[in-house]
């Protein structure tokens, strides 16, 4: 029996101490380092490091681009979380509910996307953007809306909203599938019960499938946001480069001008540090005011 449990925990040991190394490897030792690095005065290509203190947070607190990237950011995610959502669900009821002979076609189309690399997406929209030869200034010249052509990706009012559309059609068919995952699980009798105590295809999807796929809706919501708020600035460094005039800049990539581009290395740790603090409230909060008892009928 000794022998046992021995070899059981050695099994374990041996299962969880590779994951544990590569966890500390990855994401511990990184974490540490950029808070490290936080409170020195470093260009991050010389050995020259100077004890700050606290002045690169005072600093943070008094910059003027800060706010504004904070805004960006969380206008990303409010728009990609309802653009992304509506769109993923509308979809994923239909290629399931709807049974529709080329579901599965379909179902490849919505997920090309999401093999594709960001910056290949970036460069792709960009071409869409185009002022001059873009598809959708052609688009508007076709259909005799001239006026409404722009240089989108140029103009400070619309190169923030015009990152929206790439990043929402780029995420579509992952939370789809998601969610026909979650449909696919609810059993046919709840929508044949509701059907018979008279309950209209609406009435079906608000009080049968939202509640039993909340599940599925709240991890990919969790997902959206957390990767927006860590990982958009790569779009916007392929598309915009955080400008016109800064009007694009999230936190991740103005952390990337600081540290990779200005050589300001310690300042841009202080960012990358208000990034995973910030990411934290965020997720935290939404996990308190998405929580809600399991759903049984």
Known sequence: MVQSK???YMFLAFCLIPTFIMFAIFTLYPLFSGLYYSFFDWSGSSQNKEFVGLSNYIKLISDEIIPRTIIHDYFLVVTKVIGIMILAM???VALTQLRIKEAPFYRIVFFFPNIMSVVVIGILWTFIYNPSLGLINSGLEF?????WTRPWLGDENWALPSLVL?????GIGLFMLMLMGGIANVSKSYYEAAEIDGANEWQQFWKV???LVWPQIKISVLYIVITTL????????VMTGGGPNNST????SYLYQQAFVQYNFGYGATIGVMILIISLITVLVLQFFMRRDKVEY
């Not at 259909?143 to 006026?147: I, M, V």
């Not at 790439?166 to 780029?170: E, L, N, V």
């Not at 860590?230 to 460094?237: K, P, T, Y």
């Not at 800049?249 to 991740?252: A, D, I, L, P, T």
């Open 6 to 8: 021995k070899q059981k």
């Open 90 to 92: 509308f979809f994923a």
């Open 143 to 147: 259909l005799g809306l001239e006026s």
């Open 166 to 170: 790439p990043s929402i059609w780029a």
């Open 209 to 211: 499938t939202l509640p």
């Open 230 to 237: 860590n990982g958009s600035f790569i779009i916007v460094q």
């Open 249 to 252: 800049h999230v936190m991740g």
